[in-house]
């Protein structure tokens, strides 16, 4: 049974930084693409960042990129998303997920976390 456990959030003032974790279960997570994604009430889920595992490749949206890191542990079977410099529209409650084939931002992953809520705060 595949299990994704999210990790990490909390409640940080902007310029602040995060970093979430996301430990797997059941997959590994050196065969899968894997992506974090973000919602706030109201709007749909939206893209922050991927790495692929046939390339290694990460990608970033627009709105953090030079500000998050995507990265992964093989070792802990966990992904981390790194989040520097935050600022009060980076709160929502952030995902990640996993798929073997997925395009990386699209948010179509088979396989999705619990999620864990950040709050930056002015």
């Known amino acids: 049974q595949v299990q994704l456990v999210d990790s990490g959030g909390g409640l940080v003032q902007a310029g602040g930084s995060l970093r979430l974790s996301c430990t797997a279960t059941?997959?590994?997570?050196?065969?899968?693409?894997m992506g974090w994604f973000r919602q706030t009430p109201g709007k749909e889920r939206e893209f922050v960042a991927g790495?692929?595992?046939?390339?290694?490749?990460?990608y970033y949206a627009d709105s953090v990129k030079g500000r998050a890191t995507i990265s992964r542990d093989n070792a802990k079977n966990t992904v981390h998303l790194q989040m520097n410099s935050l600022k009060p529209e980076d709160t929502a409650v952030y995902y990640c997920?996993?798929?073997?084939?997925?395009?990386?931002?699209?948010?179509?992953?088979?396989?999705w976390g619990q999620g864990t809520q950040v709050t930056v705060s002015s």
């Open positions: 997920a996993a798929d073997p084939r997925v395009r990386i931002s699209t948010d179509t992953y088979n396989y």
């Open positions: 059941g997959l590994t997570v050196s065969r899968y693409h």
């Open positions: 790495i692929s595992w046939t390339t290694g490749n990460t």
